[in-house]
């Protein structure tokens, strides 16, 4: 298994503004687009404080507006009234709500397949749990007017390509609309309670929970309605798609048998203590769980590789999409120990001991997370 410890160095960091005021263990894991990870100790918070979240860009970051007020949201395709919308109009006209919610790179875990995959090796450090204010989409959508022959939306924003040469939007993707209409989905102008930051998305954005956070574009220009699936930047052939069936590293890899990568899968990590830490003989060990669509039944600690689990308490979430926190109360003899954690969803999926489901891309790798301390 790889080492977190391996990344623990900022590259980069000292060259790129977007990283000022971030926590140091946010770590650069790629910086052709800029990518960053959070240390799950980092996440100790019920609430990912934003110096604490982590960052994902498939291109550059968005030049900052003079007037994020005069931001203009477009809605327009399969709808009866098309919309253009400022943000100012977008806070005066639609109920404003604020929910705790997960947002999760759909490459999490990455690093942990064998052979290695494509694609920046994230650890289990590629989400987080912010307060996010905004509106519901589908309020907007209502008053935009859909008509029957609405069944996908399109997303686009301002970010510029990496590339000057080939200046097509480094990522347009698009949701059903019936994810679009759900309650939870939110666009967003403020996080932890301020005004987003350039890096996540000033002046708005989307929140689609549960769900690939490559869903959730930042600096959200337009939506377009679609009668049926969106056909822009990746979203083919295989780009935030899996399998239907599980395939194996050496299969035979058709695009084609491939579908959208929606709902993540289960997933905990120990938050408290740290990887690597020194502890005493009986401490407190917290951590976070989550199941994109799904609840989180239970979560079980180990404390022996494996041999015998015990379940861990659960705090009950704030809100849909919220995480679910645990914690167990350890004792352990004098020396080295390796702490696990292994959470299981409302449908009974657990966590594997090691990643499962190889694909081309590394995507929903979830194994339980596994940390070492030690007692003195």
């Not at 980092?42 to 960052?55: G, S, Y």
């Not at 809605?75 to 009866?80: A, K, R, S």
């Not at 976070?288 to 705090?315: C, F, H, M, P, Y």
Request: with cysteine; net charge neutral.
């Amino acid at each position: 298994m790889k080492d977190q410890n391996a990344k623990d160095v900022l590259s980069g960091r000292a060259r790129d503004p977007a990283l000022n005021g971030k926590d140091p263990r946010v770590f650069v894991i790629g910086e052709q687009p800029l990518v960053a990870e959070t240390r799950p100790d980092a996440l100790d918070d019920d609430t990912t404080p934003t110096d604490k979240f982590f960052i994902r860009n498939n291109g550059k970051i968005a030049p900052p507006t003079e007037d994020p007020e005069r931001w203009t949201l477009s809605i327009d395709g399969e709808v009866n009234n098309a919309l253009a919308l400022t943000l100012g109009e977008i806070r005066q006209k639609f109920a404003h709500v604020t929910q705790r919610m997960m947002l999760e790179c759909g490459g999490n875990g990455r690093a942990y397949f064998s052979p290695e995959t494509e694609g920046v090796q994230w650890h289990h450090g590629g989400a987080g749990c912010a307060e996010w204010t905004g509106v519901r989409l589908r309020d907007v959508l209502l008053a935009a007017g859909l008509k029957e022959t609405a069944r996908y939306t399109g997303h686009f924003g301002s970010d510029p390509a990496l590339d000057a040469q080939h200046p097509s939007p480094p990522i347009s993707r698009g949701i059903p609309i019936a994810k679009a209409m759900d309650e939870n989905t939110l666009l967003v102008f403020a996080m932890n309670g301020k005004d987003l930051l350039p890096v996540h998305g000033l002046p708005l954005r989307l929140v689609v929970p549960g769900w690939t956070g490559s869903v959730s574009h930042k600096w959200l220009t337009r939506i377009l309605i679609r009668k049926d699936r969106h056909d822009g930047t990746l979203m083919d052939p295989w780009h935030y798609r899996v399998p239907v069936r599980v395939m194996s590293y050496g299969d035979k890899f058709d695009p084609t048998k491939f579908v959208d990568l929606e709902s993540m899968p289960v997933r905990s990590i120990i938050t408290s203590p740290a990887d690597g830490a020194r502890v005493g003989a009986n401490f407190t060990l917290r951590g976070a769980a989550w199941a994109g669509d799904r609840s989180v039944r239970q979560v079980e600690i180990s404390t022996d590789k494996g041999a015998n689990w015990r379940k861990a308490a659960l705090s009950a979430p704030k809100n849909r999409y919220d995480w679910t926190r645990f914690t167990a109360q350890v004792t352990l003899r004098p020396g080295m120990h390796e702490l696990w954690s292994r959470a299981t969803d409302s449908e009974n999926n657990a966590q594997p001991e090691e990643a499962l489901g190889w694909n081309p891309q590394g995507y929903c790798a979830n194994p339980v997370h596994k940390i070492k301390v030690t007692v003195s």
